[in-house]
């Protein structure tokens, strides 16, 4: 089973609108919502690839509710804990005249530490059943800012592999405890080593303790630096449109080919052909089967010598 | 008891964000909810003012459910109906940088006909004990057309005096019933008049039914036709900003003046104190108690004879 973790679980909310115009009043004439944050999204991803998985993560409230009965509609187990304050809500406002998106990303609810604790306890348990643990997005109000790092040591304590998506701080703080893949774009690398250098900034973050980084950089792919050598995969065509999405399918990718156990090559081509087919999803968590189906043959991937260099 | 009547009842929502960008991500420092829709706000500035009051319409959900929590915070008598929908949320975003608001209205739940059955009858027993009824917003989506020439109906027999505060089909199709006052502001009067001859246009209204309307110009105060004669109220000073909250203010002054048995220049001047008094507040429902005190005696109020043509 592969568990995903959402600390920062949210209701993705979607609004459709003729036009964003700053100052004047909206007539919203479609407004959807579904279950998100990060975690949920690669659970998702997993469900259509038929891995067995389960959403873990903090949630409550009137909007926690929502969320919750967003999982059972996809399907999805599961398994939040419950925390007191109201989840957050995501909303992305959506221009039918151009296809724009611009969005709004509430904080989320202060988590006390009883709810923390709560919580650590009850993700030792499902972890015993995971063979890989992804951990994904912001932490919430009132974690400790090492929360990725203890649940990175209590995973790896029960022989899963553990997947970090996550930026600045909490990022980090969590190397410390030897994470086996980190997934950063190719921003939040610059952010957290100051370089802009992609395989250089990756060296440095497994010099900080992560086995592996790949770092994702768009439409031009991803770079991985792992114990076993470095790759560059490429996709055949550059996609434009939704990067969220294209990030969470990375992760579900990644967390994929280690429950089944795939080589680094292999696991990288899956990464960047399902990134590049969740690109034209305007929501994510889905991506277009028949351009994954497609690119999955023909991503490029190609060993990288030059970062062989710390 | 004045019976304020919200039929598509809101959870008004308010982000703070630092400056509003199209088609970038922002970061919502604050957000706010509150019970909404015109007829909630103007039972908060009625409670405020010291009049008894009770809150009638629609709502259901889990937005209902919220909205239900904040009429109970602000202590307002809630006599909604459930219905099976999920009542809209409205949310207006503001910037930090500027104090502009942006704002996105959702439609409303689709209300069954047994759903407006059950609220015509509800409404039915309220208005027994209802001085004055104040009808006010947009209809939701399912509602017959003549909704509020029903709610007049009711009320003009059950001996309750009508204040109306709606626009477009929703207004011209309530006028045969009679309402005692409409509220249109400049715009909304235009529109169902295709006049902007705003003494030429309230007559006309007029002639389709309502006995008074009181048509509101923003800063630049009311004109108001009535059986007495017209009238034209200016404040001693012009106040910009949350031009929603004024309309609310003044419909609660209407409906008050009525509950009262005021005259007709009273109760003018009072409504364009207390529009003034909304305006500096974000939030609408709310006044400045100070402004409103000092403009209460300063709101010049002139027979209008030339609007005598009809």
Redesign the interface.
């Known amino acids: 089973m592969i568990l995903t973790v959402t600390l920062n679980a949210a209701l993705d909310v979607t ?1 459709g ?1 003729d036009s ?10 479609t ?1 959807r919502e579904r279950a998100g944050g990060k975690g949920v999204n690669v659970a998702r991803v997993l469900a259509a690839l038929g891995h067995e998985s389960a959403v873990t993560g903090l949630a409550g409230g ?1 909007t926690g ?2 969320l919750r009965d967003g999982l059972r509609t996809a399907g999805l187990r599961d398994e939040l804990v419950t925390v007191s304050g109201d989840s957050r809500r995501t ?1 992305t ?1 959506v ?1 039918r005249d151009d296809g ?8 989320g609810p202060r988590v006390s530490p009883g709810e923390w604790k709560t919580f650590t306890e009850h993700f030792a348990s499902l972890v015993r059943d995971a063979t890989v643990v992804a951990l994904c997005g912001s932490l919430p109000p009132g974690l400790p800012s090492d929360a990725y790092a203890q649940l990175v040591r209590t995973a790896t304590g029960a022989g899963a592999v553990t997947v970090l998506d996550t930026s600045g701080p909490a990022l980090l703080d969590a190397l410390g405890a030897g994470p086996d893949v980190v997934k950063p774009n190719a921003a939040e690398l610059a952010d957290v080593t100051g370089s802009r250098d992609v395989p250089a900034a990756a060296e440095r973050l497994r010099a900080l303790g992560a086995r592996t980084v790949v770092a994702s950089s768009g439409p031009e792919g991803v770079h991985a630096a792992t114990p076993q050598g470095a790759w560059r995969a490429v996709p055949p065509k550059q996609l434009a449109g939704n990067p969220t999405g294209a990030g969470d399918a990375c992760v579900a990718a990644l967390a994929a080919g280690h429950a089944t156990g795939a080589q680094w090559p292999d696991i990288l081509r899956e990464a960047v052909a399902l990134s590049a087919a969740a690109v034209p999803c305007p929501v994510a968590g889905d991506f277009d089967a028949g351009t994954y189906r497609r690119f999955r043959t023909a991503v490029s991937v190609e060993e990288v010598h030059a970062a062989h260099t710390h």
Chains 1, 2 share one sequence.
């Open positions: 609004y609108v964003l115009r700053p100052r004047t009043s909206h007539r919203v004439d407004a009137p509710t929502l909303l406002v221009s724009d998106a611009t969005v709004f990303n509430q904080r």
